[in-house]
């Protein structure tokens, strides 16, 4: 909920507290360093910086000499500065984050005087969502070590250990290449069947499939690949398609020939015409919602006992199936569009069969006669 007065503007966040802002004359969107109970607490904030500016006395508040630059007045700075450097959709995550999670609490207190002992009472306190709370201390962190590199303050205080650290709610599941084409085939609606194929046998994100086009395709008697070049992210109720998540991310995957005739019929069955068409549009011809197909690849999942499995779990698969097949460190990270050796190694993992054969083929290497 956002009101508006005559001068500058508050909205209630989340937590039922109220969150000030105004323009200020040099142009720059300025927002109160602590929210407020009432409403009427925020309005008189707003006030007494519009009285400021009409005596001329007005200077960021930030940087004025009896309130020092607090922490949120700082993470206003920096998140300014980020609007060329991060995506859309990254920027949409961080601003809850720094308003749902690190302002709250953190924001008032000046940066100079923020302690470790203050981000460890802080970290402990927030609710148990483990991955926000995880990428809200990162934010804090990232921030923070700007101000380090500006020289405000001495050290960086964000020094709770494994803070950073995403823990698994939920294990992945890694279908076999058996798995995934009976995935495919349990698939009540026919137009989703090939997107199970491509996603478990590629590793595709959910939005680089659902921005890819006719052109991203290439299926010829040498080549079965798909190439990422566009991914799509839902904002705001819409879908923006644009670069994806990284420059690693830009990649031509192969794809194993034996879905060449399947991908073809496809094509012509379901795709959009002309090269810029979409190869998997909805039903009625826009990008594909997951929440469009997740009915029927639930009820699909039931059916080849695997009831939890998430769509996620096909880039999981594919990325075990790939370390599996014997791809190195540097082929897998390739593949799946990772930033990281440390990324492939999260997505990659051993499987009980896997382990047995390699045990066992010990044991009949060891039992070969002397050549």
């Given at each position: 909920?956002?009101?508006?007065?005559?001068?500058?503007?508050?909205?209630?966040?989340?937590?039922?507290?109220?969150?000030?802002s105004?323009?200020?004359?040099?142009?720059?969107?300025?927002?109160?360093?602590m929210?407020?109970?009432?409403?009427?607490?925020?309005?008189?904030?707003?006030?007494?910086?519009?009285?400021?500016?009409?005596?001329?006395?007005?200077?960021?508040?930030?940087?004025?000499?009896?309130?020092?630059?607090?922490?949120?007045?700082?993470?206003?700075?920096?998140?300014?500065?980020?609007?060329?450097?991060?995506?859309?959709?990254?920027?949409?995550?961080?601003?809850?984050?720094?308003?749902?999670?690190?302002?709250?609490?953190?924001?008032?207190?000046?940066?100079?005087?923020?302690?470790?002992?203050?981000?460890?009472?802080?970290f402990?306190?927030?609710?148990?969502?483990?991955?926000?709370?995880?990428?809200a201390?990162?934010?804090?962190?990232?921030?923070?070590n700007?101000?380090?590199?500006?020289?405000?303050?001495?050290?960086?205080?964000?020094?709770?250990?494994?803070a950073?650290?995403?823990?698994?709610?939920?294990?992945?599941?890694?279908?076999?290449?058996?798995?995934?084409?009976?995935?495919?085939?349990?698939?009540?609606?026919?137009?989703?069947?090939?997107?199970?194929?491509v996603?478990?046998?590629?590793?595709?994100?959910?939005?680089?499939?659902?921005?890819?086009?006719?052109?991203?395709?290439?299926?010829?008697?040498?080549?079965?690949?798909?190439?990422?070049?566009r991914?799509?992210?839902?904002?705001?109720?819409?879908?923006?398609?644009?670069?994806?998540?990284?420059?690693?991310?830009?990649?031509?995957?192969?794809?194993?020939?034996?879905?060449?005739?399947?991908?073809?019929?496809?094509?012509?069955?379901?795709?959009?015409?002309?090269?810029?068409?979409?190869v998997?549009?909805?039903?009625?011809?826009?990008?594909?919602?997951?929440?469009?197909?997740?009915?029927?690849y639930?009820?699909?999942?039931?059916?080849?006992?695997?009831?939890?499995?998430?769509?996620?779990?096909?880039?999981?698969?594919?990325?075990?199936?790939?370390?599996?097949?014997?791809?190195?460190?540097a082929?897998?990270m390739?593949?799946?569009?990772?930033?990281?050796?440390?990324?492939?190694?999260?997505?990659?993992?051993?499987?009980?069969?896997?382990?047995?054969?390699?045990?066992?083929?010990?044991?009949?290497?060891?039992?070969?006669?002397?050549?």
């Amino acid at each position: 909920m956002a009101g508006r007065r005559g001068w500058g503007k508050n909205r209630k966040l989340p937590s039922g507290r109220w969150q000030a802002s105004y323009v200020a004359p040099d142009g720059v969107r300025y927002t109160a360093p602590m929210t407020f109970a009432a409403k009427l607490d925020a309005e008189g904030w707003l006030a007494s910086e519009r009285r400021k500016v009409d005596l001329g006395t007005w200077t960021p508040p930030g940087e004025r000499a009896d309130e020092g630059l607090t922490l949120a007045h700082y993470a206003e700075r920096w998140f300014a500065e980020t609007k060329g450097r991060h995506k859309p959709r990254t920027r949409d995550l961080n601003r809850g984050y720094l308003d749902r999670v690190i302002l709250p609490e953190l924001g008032p207190v000046p940066i100079d005087k923020l302690t470790v002992q203050m981000v460890r009472a802080w970290f402990a306190g927030l609710d148990a969502y483990p991955t926000r709370n995880a990428n809200a201390y990162s934010l804090l962190r990232t921030i923070l070590n700007q101000a380090l590199d500006d020289e405000l303050i001495p050290a960086n205080p964000c020094r709770v250990k494994r803070a950073a650290v995403k823990n698994r709610v939920v294990e992945p599941i890694a279908l076999t290449a058996s798995e995934i084409r009976a995935f495919s085939d349990a698939m009540g609606i026919e137009r989703w069947k090939t997107l199970i194929l491509v996603a478990g046998f590629s590793g595709l994100r959910w939005g680089e499939l659902a921005a890819l086009r006719r052109s991203d395709i290439t299926l010829t008697d040498v080549e079965c690949s798909v190439t990422v070049s566009r991914a799509a992210v839902r904002r705001a109720g819409e879908f923006v398609i644009g670069a994806p998540k990284s420059k690693a991310a830009l990649r031509t995957v192969p794809l194993p020939t034996g879905l060449r005739p399947i991908i073809r019929a496809h094509l012509d069955t379901f795709a959009q015409a002309g090269r810029s068409g979409l190869v998997f549009p909805s039903e009625t011809g826009n990008v594909p919602h997951e929440n469009t197909v997740r009915p029927h690849y639930k009820r699909a999942a039931a059916k080849i006992g695997h009831p939890t499995l998430r769509f996620h779990d096909l880039r999981h698969s594919a990325a075990t199936l790939f370390a599996q097949a014997g791809a190195t460190l540097a082929d897998h990270m390739t593949l799946m569009g990772h930033t990281s050796s440390a990324m492939s190694a999260r997505y990659t993992h051993s499987t009980a069969a896997r382990n047995r054969s390699l045990v066992e083929a010990l044991w009949v290497d060891d039992e070969k006669p002397p050549s």
